[in-house]
């Protein structure tokens, strides 16, 4: 599958390379978040890479609905639990990384499961700065430079069918929301899975941005500046 190659199984436990996160993030998700670079002292393991490495080892269900508890670091060893509507995915130190709860009919197909993980890990990565930012603009509010904290909370999908495999993301700005509550937000950005043509599902990504400060455009151009700075250094 296409994600096999940015994680490591053995037996029913697996684990994550900071070479393997960090490759994922930057040449799938297009995601340049420095916590995802070899030599960030913040480092961990892309939400996305969790979402793609359990429906490569579960498969993908009709509904799914995914909770991040905690950061995984490339120290973290992640135990793989027997398939069941819910799963826990804790790590060898007794710690809960991930949880998934999942219903209805479920499909293994690689083509199907590829496509929606790619669809889904490039929009999600790449909402910074595109989404994120007007959002935020919209309510009067940005990151602090000093110290940007925006955590992925969990995420939703709901699929309605696995015939049509080309899968598709559209992101939909009608039903994505921000809310703002003084120096916190919480923000959900909506779409919908598409193939032929045809809405064959949706699913939200939940976000939770703290520290937030008064709007200041010459301050966000920096941030943005910057992101694009460490896109274009990588890319050389």
């Not at 697996?14 to 393997?20: E, N, S």
């Not at 939703?156 to 559209?170: A, G």
């Not at 003084?182 to 939940?206: M, T, V, Y």
């Given at each position: ?18 070479q ?68 826990t ?12 709860k ?52 969990s ?32 923000i959900?950005?909506?779409f ?41 250094d990588?890319?050389?």
């Amino acid at each position: 599958m296409l994600i096999d190659q940015y994680y490591n199984k053995d037996d029913d436990q697996v684990t994550f390379t900071r070479q393997q996160s960090s490759d994922f993030a930057k040449q799938i998700a297009g995601d340049f978040n420095p916590l995802h670079d070899l030599d960030s002292k913040r480092f961990c393991v892309p939400g996305d890479l969790l979402f793609a490495m359990v429906l490569a080892q579960y498969g993908a269900s009709k509904q799914m609905h995914f909770t991040f508890s905690s950061m995984v670091t490339d120290e973290v060893r992640l135990l793989l639990p027997e398939e069941c509507a819910l799963l826990t995915l804790n790590g060898s130190n007794d710690r809960e990384y991930l949880t998934v709860k999942q219903s209805g009919d479920k499909s293994t197909n690689a083509t199907l499961i590829d496509n929606l993980v790619s669809s889904y890990v490039r929009f999600s990565g790449q909402a910074f700065p595109h989404i994120l930012i007007p959002l935020m603009e919209q309510q009067g509010v940005m990151i602090n430079p000093a110290r940007p904290l925006v955590m992925y909370q969990s995420m939703l999908i709901n699929l309605q069918r696995f015939d049509l495999v080309e899968i598709e993301l559209q992101f939909d700005q009608e039903k994505t929301r921000f809310d703002c509550n003084d120096k916190r937000g919480n923000i959900c950005l909506a779409f919908n899975l598409i193939a032929h043509g045809q809405i064959i599902g949706h699913g939200e990504k939940h976000m939770v941005v703290s520290g937030l400060k008064p709007f200041e455009k010459d301050a966000v151009d920096g941030i943005i500046a910057e992101y694009n700075q460490w896109k274009k250094d990588y890319q050389g």
